[in-house]
């Protein structure tokens, strides 16, 4: 989901989340119901989870102290005769593992062995939720969604924050086993204070969370005495000598978890179909604006302007000059105008016709392409969507491809030898083909062109008249000789010819620009329909 749509933040985290937890937590614990209870231990910054963990291994296996964040890479402390457990990636695979030395990298998982952790249990040190550092925090966020219950570290000032309790409203919505800890109760708060956490929890539908109180103590040698520590250590002592609860924790936490897939799912699969919609919307951006252009550049075509100034000039020299006129009487226009080009180096009067018709044609089709791209790109700016996407491209794609003189000259260039080719096939399917092909194949081929371009609309006053005209003249010239349908045959074809070149050019260079962006932020056609119909049929495979 690579657009800016509304909610794709949303979109994106429940994507991110549903993801990791399938490959961290889903697939492992489904491939393998016998394997330890792995225990996630989290909460607020300062809450004192890595002092938990150490004092439960005896040893300082976390970092701990006043310097904020202390746990940065997770440390995962297990029985030595859990190490096979552990030691490949059966679970959280995206992270490699480390034994010995202090935990680093955020990447890695750190494996600690020893015996004071009871057998089929294992311990996980998770970044603080409310971290200062967004990495640390989406850590956390993953390593929770890897456990199978959450040892939920919290203290007596802090328990009622808002923090934890969002990430305890999210454990109670996917019924993920829970056990909280309330750390650090002052001796005349050691009633009052987990009383009134129980209500909470039990008012927040919490009901089966245990709350384990840790008196406020002085740390020895980094750790908490044992007594201070004992309601947490009897609690983990009787769950692991206990298989049946811990399988029953691991049923719960599972099937929330497949639960949730539904509604997460559903958030990802409306994320795309908002991705679609967006991608539609602004190709639909592309078309109108290169649909736009291409009405504007057959409009100029048709309107006579081309007929304007300089064309006008020369076409006004080849009849006025009666170079055309006497190649038609002396009939030896083809071979003077070859004689004219190979020894005085310069064009026949009617090929400069046809390379300042050009001229003109490149010019119309250039200004309406830079009006399309600018177009195109207010619109993108007008969309969320857009916007992200302009971001980086924008200056090149507010005007025309630098391509596009040399693409536009070369496919004119090869529309006018489709014109001669034109002008000879017909002159040589007639009787009068001798006759037609020595008054010369430009001279005709200018002939057509003209006519092509002469209608009248666009033009006033003289230019009206001589270039109505030459029109008529050039028209009458090829009617003689090929007859009128032919003409009107020939026209037409060389007409299309030329407009089909132009869209070619626009939709195959210029627009493909804008198609190209937005090819690579589209999600795979039915993607959104494929997830939730996954979910269907693993919603019917449970029931």
Same mark, same amino acid.
């Given at each position: 989901?690579?657009?800016?749509?509304?909610?794709?933040?949303?979109?994106?985290?429940?994507?991110?989340?549903?993801?990791?937890?399938?490959?961290?937590?889903?697939?492992?614990?489904?491939?393998?119901?016998?394997?330890?209870?792995?225990?996630?231990?989290?909460?607020?910054?300062?809450? +004192?989870?890595?002092?938990?963990?150490?004092?439960?291994? =005896?040893?300082e296996v976390s970092p701990a102290g006043v310097l904020r964040?202390?746990?940065?890479?997770?440390?995962?402390?297990?029985?030595?005769?859990?190490?096979?457990?552990?030691?490949?990636?059966?679970?959280?695979?995206? %992270?490699?593992?480390?034994? =010995?030395?202090?935990?680093? +990298?955020?990447?890695?998982?750190?494996?600690?062995?020893?015996?004071?952790?009871?057998?089929?249990?294992? /311990?996980?040190?998770?970044?603080?939720?409310?971290?200062?550092?967004?990495?640390?925090?989406?850590?956390?966020? *993953?390593?929770?969604?890897?456990?199978?219950?959450?040892? %939920?570290?919290?203290?007596?000032?802090?328990?009622?924050?808002?923090?934890?309790?969002?990430?305890?409203?999210?454990?109670?919505?996917?019924?993920?086993?829970?056990?909280?800890?309330?750390?650090?109760?002052?001796?005349?708060?050691?009633?009052?204070?987990?009383?009134?956490?129980?209500?909470?929890?039990?008012?927040?539908?919490?009901?089966?969370?245990?709350?384990?109180?840790?008196?406020?103590?002085?740390?020895?040698?980094?750790?908490?005495?044992?007594?201070?520590?004992?309601?947490?250590?009897?609690?983990?002592?009787?769950?692991?000598?206990?298989?049946?609860?811990?399988?029953?924790?691991?049923?719960?936490?599972?099937? @929330?978890?497949?639960?949730?897939?539904?509604?997460?799912?559903?958030?990802?699969?409306?994320?795309?179909?908002?991705?679609?919609?967006?991608?539609?919307?602004?190709?639909?951006?592309?078309?109108?604006?290169?649909?736009?252009?291409?009405?504007?550049?057959?409009?100029?075509?048709?309107?006579?302007?081309?007929?304007?100034?300089?064309?006008?000039?020369?076409?006004?020299?080849?009849?006025?000059?009666?170079?055309?006129?006497?190649?038609?009487?002396?009939?030896?226009?083809?071979?003077?105008?070859?004689?004219?080009?190979?020894?005085?180096?310069?064009?026949?009067?009617?090929?400069?016709?046809?390379?300042?018709?050009?001229?003109?044609?490149?010019?119309?089709?250039?200004?309406?392409?830079?009006?399309?791209?600018?177009?195109?790109?207010?619109?993108?700016?007008?969309?969320?969507?857009?916007?992200?996407?302009?971001?980086?491209?924008?200056?090149?794609?507010?005007?025309?491809?630098?391509?596009?003189?040399?693409?536009?000259?070369?496919?004119?260039?090869?529309?006018?030898? =489709?014109?001669?080719?034109?002008?000879?096939?017909? @002159?040589?399917?007639?009787?009068?083909?001798?006759?037609?092909?020595?008054? =010369?194949?430009? +001279?005709?081929?200018?002939?057509?062109?003209?006519?092509?371009?002469?209608?009248?609309?666009?033009?006033? @006053? +003289?230019? /009206?008249?001589?270039?109505?005209?030459?029109?008529?003249?050039? *028209?009458?010239?090829?009617?003689?000789? %090929?007859?009128? *349908?032919?003409?009107?045959?020939?026209?037409?074809?060389?007409?299309?010819?030329?407009?089909?070149?132009?869209?070619?050019?626009?939709?195959?260079?210029?627009?493909?620009?804008?198609?190209?962006?937005?090819?690579?932020?589209?999600?795979?056609?039915?993607?959104?329909?494929?997830?939730?119909?996954?979910?269907?049929?693993?919603?019917?495979?449970r029931s």
């Open positions: 989901m690579l657009l800016d749509v509304p909610g794709v933040a949303t979109a994106r985290e429940a994507r991110d989340e549903t993801v990791a937890q399938i490959a961290d937590y889903l697939l492992p614990r489904l491939e393998r119901l016998d394997a330890p209870l792995l225990v996630v231990v989290g909460g607020s910054t300062g809450a +004192g989870k890595s002092t938990l963990v150490n004092s439960l291994v =005896g040893a964040p202390t746990t940065r890479a997770p440390v995962l402390a297990c029985h030595p005769g859990d190490k096979s457990w552990f030691q490949d990636d059966r679970i959280l695979p995206s %992270f490699a593992r480390t034994m =010995g030395g202090a935990p680093s +990298g955020s990447n890695t998982l750190h494996l600690v062995l020893d015996s004071d952790v009871p057998p089929g249990i294992a /311990l996980l040190d998770a970044p603080d939720i409310d971290s200062v550092e967004i990495a640390n925090r989406i850590l956390s966020d *993953q390593l929770l969604a890897a456990g199978d219950l959450w040892l %939920f570290v919290t203290t007596a000032a802090r328990y009622a924050d808002a923090v934890p309790w969002e990430l305890l409203s999210k454990a109670q919505a996917r019924a993920i086993a829970l056990a909280m800890v309330l750390n650090r109760i002052p001796p005349e708060a050691l009633a009052e204070v987990p009383s009134h956490l129980r209500a909470l929890l039990d008012s927040a539908g919490l009901q089966r969370a245990p709350v384990l109180s840790v008196p406020e103590s002085e740390l020895r040698d980094g750790l908490l005495p044992k007594l201070a520590l004992e309601p947490v250590r009897a609690w983990l002592d009787d769950l692991a000598r206990d298989q049946e609860q811990r399988e029953k924790l691991v049923r719960m936490t599972l099937a @929330g978890a497949l639960d949730s897939l539904a509604a997460r799912t559903e958030l990802v699969a409306s994320g795309l179909d908002a991705q679609s919609g967006a991608v539609k919307e602004l190709n639909d951006a592309v078309a109108r604006s290169y649909d736009r252009c291409l009405e504007d550049v057959s409009d100029a075509l048709s309107g006579g302007t081309l007929l304007r100034g300089e064309v006008l000039a020369r076409w006004q020299e080849v009849v006025g000059t009666g170079d055309f006129m006497r190649s038609l009487e002396a009939r030896i226009g083809r071979l003077r105008d070859r004689v004219a080009e190979a020894v005085l180096g310069r064009p026949s009067p009617a090929g400069e016709v046809q390379s300042v018709l050009s001229e003109s044609v490149a010019s119309v089709v250039r200004a309406a392409a830079d009006r399309a791209a600018e177009a195109t790109v207010d619109r993108w700016r007008e969309h969320p969507a857009g916007r992200s996407l302009l971001a980086i491209e924008e200056k090149a794609l507010s005007h025309s491809s630098a391509e596009l003189s040399s693409r536009v000259a070369d496919e004119l260039r090869a529309w006018q030898e =489709g014109v001669l080719q034109l002008v000879s096939s017909e @002159g040589a399917s007639k009787r009068a083909a001798g006759r037609a092909l020595s008054l =010369g194949v430009n +001279g005709l081929g200018a002939a057509l062109m003209v006519v092509v371009f002469a209608h009248t609309g666009g033009l006033t @006053g +003289g230019e /009206l008249a001589v270039a109505g005209g030459t029109a008529t003249l050039s *028209q009458k010239l090829l009617e003689a000789l %090929f007859g009128d *349908q032919a003409v009107r045959t020939l026209t037409a074809r060389a007409r299309d010819d030329l407009i089909a070149r132009i869209a070619k050019l626009m939709w195959e260079q210029e627009a493909a620009r804008f198609y190209a962006l937005l090819e690579k932020a589209v999600p795979p056609q039915n993607q959104a329909d494929e997830l939730r119909g996954t979910v269907a049929a693993l919603a019917d495979a």
